[in-house]
Every structure is written in C-alpha cells, then in structure tokens.
C-alpha cells in the first residue's frame, strides 16, 4: 500500500509557478529563427518548408513545428515585432 510520503503521490507545482529560464544563447537562437520566419513568410514560403530550412540550418536547436506555425500566422496576420508580447529587446 503507498502512503503520504510515497514517491507516486507526489505533486507536481502547477504550471503557472514553473519558472523556465532560457540561456541568453537560447533566447538569440529563438529570437533569430523568429526574423527567419519573419522574412521566409513575407516572401510567401509556407510553415513546414520554413521548419525544414530552420531545422537544416538550427538542427536540434529548432523550433517546433507548432512554434513555427503559430509565428508564420502570426506575421501573415500583420505582426512586426519578433518577440513576445511585453518582453523589451536587451540592453
């Protein structure tokens, strides 16, 4: 019988309090994929094609194919900016 303090009872903390930090490294990668899709969309190139370019060019480090069609709406849609919503270019 598991009790209270047996491993398969444990919680996990919600999502909305799991901090995920990216390394500045990964937020320039995720950033420069972003003008990537940016200029790909804008010369009327679709999502998977401009996924298989990012993923030739980042390999593992590519955004996932949901990411890059969520962003490929995004600026079809008429959006400018390559970052998120609230979030100021570094200094």
Not at 44 to 58: D, F, K, M, S
Request: proline share 7%; net charge positive; glycine share 6%.
């Amino acid at each position: 019988m598991w009790g209270p303090s047996s491993p398969r009872r444990q919680t996990l903390p919600s999502p909305q309090l799991v901090e995920i930090k990216m390394s500045e490294r990964e937020v320039a990668v995720t950033i420069a994929q972003r003008a990537v899709i940016k200029f790909l969309t804008n010369e009327n190139v679709g999502p998977n094609e401009i996924w298989r370019t990012l993923r030739a060019q980042y390999g593992e480090s590519t955004l996932s194919k949901t990411q890059v069609k969520f962003w490929h709406k995004e600026f079809r849609g008429g959006r400018d900016a390559v970052q998120k919503r609230g979030c100021q270019p570094a200094k």
